[in-house]
């Protein structure tokens, strides 16, 4: 009897199923017609079309999207009438009519959206097709490819392999990426993909009629999918292929103009971005201005070509680049020409260039030194050696590459590199006097300090590759280290504000002549941050040696540390949201510059609120690299058994076992996260429900579907809610218990650009419930972490 009844409710419940949503074949007939809650599924069952709504509004539309991956989140791939949506689907529907095209009738059969055709067909059908595109054709026509229309030539915002992306000499028609207005918004937005064809083909992302993005010229196959590129008389255009048909893979612009190839990862049930542009400053069009060569693992990332100086250096040492460069012996005609040969760079823009498929490059220099107007030349096919490229006029967008470099050769005055060679062989014999005093003076200085420390250690010479400052100038700096001036201090000593008599402000840390560790800090700063150059990263001027006296000079940071401001009910109303998410998103992007675009792949191993500096426009700067360490080549960690870091930050395979790598620091970036968006510590949080910490009280209410309690009541109508609740997500994603479940920094700053959907996160580390008293007791006995003091622990379990 119960299993009857069982059976029964089960065909109750699919009829009703059935009713809200049936799917059909993968034909639409001119005797068929689809209406809300009826959807077309490819062969296959990769794609399927209907009618669909985006989260967060009533309006309806036409669109295509992965059938297979429509339980865990629906990802819209082409949208009919995005700029005209649906009201009222009651009556609408989507039909296939004579001569061959699809029309979108409302409920008052007023026309939303149709196809065109230039020819007629006695019996026509809209396929949808495997790959995603959706074709009308004649029933009875055999060959897909013989079709009267097809989605594939109207793309919205999503490349899918096989759609070409590019333009159709013959007809005019051009291809092109156009984003959706936000994620629930599929409008026509301001940023858009195209492959501009004259004279040279290149893919563009734009900002309005402004170049935003240039994509590189010749970008390199991987192991998921190959790049196809056609240029002949009939067309040009771009597209992928997978490699493996299994994978699902599609290149998107995102609402804010980014270019990102997203993979689906079926055990996390999400899109992994495989790769994203831009992916660094670096890559915003024509930063550096006219011959300047922008590279990120450089301070300042402009520099002016080798040869050439600033058009305006007074501008260029104020990080405005945008007049560049000019050469430094001007180009005379009349006069005899060189070429100088730059490699490893992302070629110039080639919108004023001409090309040749045929030359091999002795031709290219020949054709070039013969006209006075070419600036430069290039081989256009590496793989074969030839054709040409010449370029005419200033050569601007250029960028330094690691790999996948090319070759440019620029056009010079002979004269000026004679004398240049002169200038620059008197110049390196006073570096070189220059560089000696100063090494020999920081070996004096390293003997005095190793020999009053009675302690060795194996210092290399270039480590300290710092300004040395006298310790009579920081003495006055400070005022005789007044106790007015002391703005800071730790377990290293203290740190004091200073000014300089050129006017300049700095901020001095004085190391503790008792403290080991503060000595162990210096060198780890020294040999670290030294070399580390990023805007939200605090920059060390230099150091200060005499004795047993040892000092760090910083640039001073008017509005000091993060913690200051979020943990303070007062000063906490300064920040409205749009200063919060700033300051995320820029400690998350200098986060980013250390785990992977610094010359050194380091691990800060102690990010917390007091550690983020701010300064006159409350932009975040990371500080203290006492802790730091660097890890070789593509190694990800460690393991010590000296553990440092602060309560509350550190991670559990961290804390437990000494296991650090660029996951820990994520962790710790998570926590100060959720600790930014509610104004609560996590160590030390107390609720009057339970007695998680912040951790484990965000987890609470994220799988309650209640995260929107965790903001700070301070933030008002500042809030954007949807930006707060990714925050949050991205917050938990990042302290989630498994190392290797945690995002990269990375994926972290694309998350947060981003309006992509988001994993959904797995349980936290260290979010269990305590026993407050004993926590209160054991804090007593330790010196009270609500001043985050950094801790060493050694010989971890």
């Given at each position: 009897m119960e299993a009857s009844f069982f059976l029964l409710f089960l065909l109750s419940f699919y009829s009703t199923i059935h009713e809200i949503s049936t799917t059909t074949t993968d034909v639409i007939t001119t005797n068929q017609s689809i209406i809300d809650g009826e959807t077309v599924v490819s062969s296959g069952g990769t794609f399927e079309l209907g009618f669909f709504s985006p989260s967060g509004t009533s309006k309806q539309y036409i669109g295509i999207w992965y059938k297979q991956i429509l339980l865990h989140a629906q990802t819209v791939v082409w949208v009919a009438n995005r700029e005209k949506p649906l009201t009222n689907t009651s009556s609408a529907v989507l039909k296939v009519i004579k001569p061959g095209i699809i029309v979108l009738y409302s409920d008052k059969n007023e026309i939303i959206w149709s196809t065109n055709t230039s020819r007629s067909v006695q019996n026509p059908v809209a396929l949808l097709l495997d790959s995603g595109n959706l074709i009308v054709k004649d029933a009875n026509e055999e060959n897909p490819e013989n079709f009267l229309w097809q989605s594939f030539s109207f793309p919205t915002d999503t490349l899918l392999p096989g759609m070409k992306l590019g333009q159709n000499f013959k007809t005019g028609h051009e291809n092109y990426l156009s984003e959706w207005k936000n994620h629930n918004d599929p409008t026509p937005g301001e940023f858009t993909l195209h492959v501009e064809v004259d004279p040279y083909p290149q893919g563009i992302i734009k900002r309005g009629s402004s170049v935003s993005t240039r994509v590189a010229q010749r970008v390199g196959n991987n192991n998921i999918y190959k790049i196809q590129s056609v240029f002949n008389k009939e067309e040009v255009y771009y597209s992928f292929s997978l490699i493996n048909s299994s994978v699902l893979s599609r290149l998107v612009l995102t609402s804010n103009g980014y270019l990102q190839q997203l993979t689906w990862v079926d055990q996390t049930k999400s899109w992994n971005?495989?790769?994203?542009?831009?992916?660094?400053?670096?890559?915003?069009?024509?930063?550096?201005?006219?011959?300047?060569?922008?590279?990120?693992?450089?301070?300042?990332?402009?520099?002016?070509?080798?040869?050439?100086?600033?058009?305006?250096?007074?501008?260029?040492?104020?990080?405005?680049?945008?007049?560049?460069?000019?050469?430094?012996?001007?180009?005379?005609?009349?006069?005899?020409?060189?070429?100088?040969?730059?490699?490893g760079i992302k070629l110039p823009y080639s919108k004023y260039s001409q090309y040749n498929k045929t030359m091999t490059l002795d031709r290219c220099r020949d054709a070039c030194s013969r006209n006075c107007s070419c600036t430069a030349y290039s081989s256009l096919i590496i793989s074969s050696g030839k054709g040409c490229l010449f370029w005419f006029g200033e050569l601007i967008d250029i960028k330094k590459l690691s790999e996948r470099g090319q070759d440019i050769y620029i056009t010079m005055d002979s004269s000026g590199l004679v004398s240049d060679t002169g200038l620059k062989r008197k110049k390196g014999e006073i570096l070189a006097v220059s560089f000696s005093l100063l090494m020999a003076m920081?070996?004096?200085?390293?003997?005095?300090?190793?020999?009053?420390r009675k302690k060795k250690m194996k210092l290399k010479n270039k480590e300290f590759e710092l300004p040395l400052f006298q310790f009579s100038t920081i003495k006055r700096a400070t005022n005789n280290f007044s106790v007015e001036n002391k703005i800071g201090e730790g377990g290293y000593g203290h740190v004091y504000k200073g000014l300089l008599e050129d006017g300049q402000e700095i901020a001095v840390k004085r190391l503790s002549r008792t403290s080991m560790?503060?000595?162990?800090?210096?060198?780890?700063?020294?040999?670290?941050?030294?070399k580390l150059q990023h805007r939200n990263l605090v920059r060390l001027l230099g150091c200060c040696i005499q004795g047993e006296e040892k000092m760090l000079i910083y640039e001073y940071m008017p509005n000091k540390s993060l913690n200051s401001y979020i943990f303070d009910q007062t000063k906490s109303k300064l920040l409205d949201w749009p200063k919060r998410f700033h300051i995320i998103n820029r400690i998350a992007r200098g986060l980013l510059?250390?785990?992977?675009?610094?010359?050194?792949?380091?691990?800060?191993?102690?990010?917390?609120?007091?550690?983020?500096?701010?300064?006159?426009?409350?932009?975040?700067?990371?500080?203290?690299?006492?802790?730091?360490?660097?890890?070789?080549?593509?190694?990800?960690?460690?393991?010590t058994r000296h553990v440092v870091g602060t309560y509350g930050y550190m991670s559990p395979e961290y804390a437990v076992d000494g296991l650090f790598s660029v996951k820990s620091d994520v962790f710790s970036f998570g926590v100060l996260v959720l600790e930014i968006v509610s104004c609560k510590r996590n160590r030390g949080f107390v609720h009057q429900d339970h007695n998680l910490n912040l951790i484990g009280h965000a987890w609470k209410l994220y799988k309650e579907g209640r995260s929107l309690e965790l903001i700070d009541d301070q933030l008002g109508d500042s809030c954007d809610i949807s930006q707060v609740l990714r925050s949050i997500q991205v917050g938990l994603l990042c302290v989630?218990?498994?190392p290797e479940d945690r995002p990269s920094m990375f994926a972290v700053v694309h998350m947060l650009a981003n309006e992509t959907l988001l994993p959904k996160a797995k349980e936290p580390g260290f979010f269990t419930e305590r026993n407050i008293y004993d926590e209160a007791k054991s804090e007593s006995q330790r010196a009270s972490s609500k001043n985050e003091v950094t801790i060493s622990l050694l010989d971890p379990r």
């Amino acid at each position: 009897m119960e299993a009857s009844f069982f059976l029964l409710f089960l065909l109750s419940f699919y009829s009703t199923i059935h009713e809200i949503s049936t799917t059909t074949t993968d034909v639409i007939t001119t005797n068929q017609s689809i209406i809300d809650g009826e959807t077309v599924v490819s062969s296959g069952g990769t794609f399927e079309l209907g009618f669909f709504s985006p989260s967060g509004t009533s309006k309806q539309y036409i669109g295509i999207w992965y059938k297979q991956i429509l339980l865990h989140a629906q990802t819209v791939v082409w949208v009919a009438n995005r700029e005209k949506p649906l009201t009222n689907t009651s009556s609408a529907v989507l039909k296939v009519i004579k001569p061959g095209i699809i029309v979108l009738y409302s409920d008052k059969n007023e026309i939303i959206w149709s196809t065109n055709t230039s020819r007629s067909v006695q019996n026509p059908v809209a396929l949808l097709l495997d790959s995603g595109n959706l074709i009308v054709k004649d029933a009875n026509e055999e060959n897909p490819e013989n079709f009267l229309w097809q989605s594939f030539s109207f793309p919205t915002d999503t490349l899918l392999p096989g759609m070409k992306l590019g333009q159709n000499f013959k007809t005019g028609h051009e291809n092109y990426l156009s984003e959706w207005k936000n994620h629930n918004d599929p409008t026509p937005g301001e940023f858009t993909l195209h492959v501009e064809v004259d004279p040279y083909p290149q893919g563009i992302i734009k900002r309005g009629s402004s170049v935003s993005t240039r994509v590189a010229q010749r970008v390199g196959n991987n192991n998921i999918y190959k790049i196809q590129s056609v240029f002949n008389k009939e067309e040009v255009y771009y597209s992928f292929s997978l490699i493996n048909s299994s994978v699902l893979s599609r290149l998107v612009l995102t609402s804010n103009g980014y270019l990102q190839q997203l993979t689906w990862v079926d055990q996390t049930k999400s899109w992994n971005i495989y790769v994203s542009l831009p992916s660094n400053i670096c890559d915003t069009y024509n930063i550096c201005g006219a011959y300047g060569s922008c590279d990120v693992y450089a301070y300042p990332v402009c520099q002016c070509l080798d040869k050439f100086v600033p058009k305006n250096p007074q501008q260029w040492e104020k990080g405005d680049w945008s007049e560049g460069c000019v050469r430094k012996t001007p180009l005379d005609c009349n006069k005899e020409h060189v070429f100088v040969k730059y490699s490893g760079i992302k070629l110039p823009y080639s919108k004023y260039s001409q090309y040749n498929k045929t030359m091999t490059l002795d031709r290219c220099r020949d054709a070039c030194s013969r006209n006075c107007s070419c600036t430069a030349y290039s081989s256009l096919i590496i793989s074969s050696g030839k054709g040409c490229l010449f370029w005419f006029g200033e050569l601007i967008d250029i960028k330094k590459l690691s790999e996948r470099g090319q070759d440019i050769y620029i056009t010079m005055d002979s004269s000026g590199l004679v004398s240049d060679t002169g200038l620059k062989r008197k110049k390196g014999e006073i570096l070189a006097v220059s560089f000696s005093l100063l090494m020999a003076m920081i070996l004096l200085g390293l003997i005095l300090l190793l020999h009053t420390r009675k302690k060795k250690m194996k210092l290399k010479n270039k480590e300290f590759e710092l300004p040395l400052f006298q310790f009579s100038t920081i003495k006055r700096a400070t005022n005789n280290f007044s106790v007015e001036n002391k703005i800071g201090e730790g377990g290293y000593g203290h740190v004091y504000k200073g000014l300089l008599e050129d006017g300049q402000e700095i901020a001095v840390k004085r190391l503790s002549r008792t403290s080991m560790q503060g000595f162990d800090e210096f060198k780890n700063e020294v040999i670290y941050i030294a070399k580390l150059q990023h805007r939200n990263l605090v920059r060390l001027l230099g150091c200060c040696i005499q004795g047993e006296e040892k000092m760090l000079i910083y640039e001073y940071m008017p509005n000091k540390s993060l913690n200051s401001y979020i943990f303070d009910q007062t000063k906490s109303k300064l920040l409205d949201w749009p200063k919060r998410f700033h300051i995320i998103n820029r400690i998350a992007r200098g986060l980013l510059y250390l785990h992977q675009d610094s010359r050194l792949r380091i691990i800060h191993r102690d990010v917390k609120a007091s550690n983020v500096l701010l300064d006159m426009e409350m932009n975040p700067k990371i500080s203290d690299f006492g802790m730091a360490r660097s890890v070789a080549g593509n190694e990800m960690g460690a393991r010590t058994r000296h553990v440092v870091g602060t309560y509350g930050y550190m991670s559990p395979e961290y804390a437990v076992d000494g296991l650090f790598s660029v996951k820990s620091d994520v962790f710790s970036f998570g926590v100060l996260v959720l600790e930014i968006v509610s104004c609560k510590r996590n160590r030390g949080f107390v609720h009057q429900d339970h007695n998680l910490n912040l951790i484990g009280h965000a987890w609470k209410l994220y799988k309650e579907g209640r995260s929107l309690e965790l903001i700070d009541d301070q933030l008002g109508d500042s809030c954007d809610i949807s930006q707060v609740l990714r925050s949050i997500q991205v917050g938990l994603l990042c302290v989630q218990k498994r190392p290797e479940d945690r995002p990269s920094m990375f994926a972290v700053v694309h998350m947060l650009a981003n309006e992509t959907l988001l994993p959904k996160a797995k349980e936290p580390g260290f979010f269990t419930e305590r026993n407050i008293y004993d926590e209160a007791k054991s804090e007593s006995q330790r010196a009270s972490s609500k001043n985050e003091v950094t801790i060493s622990l050694l010989d971890p379990r």
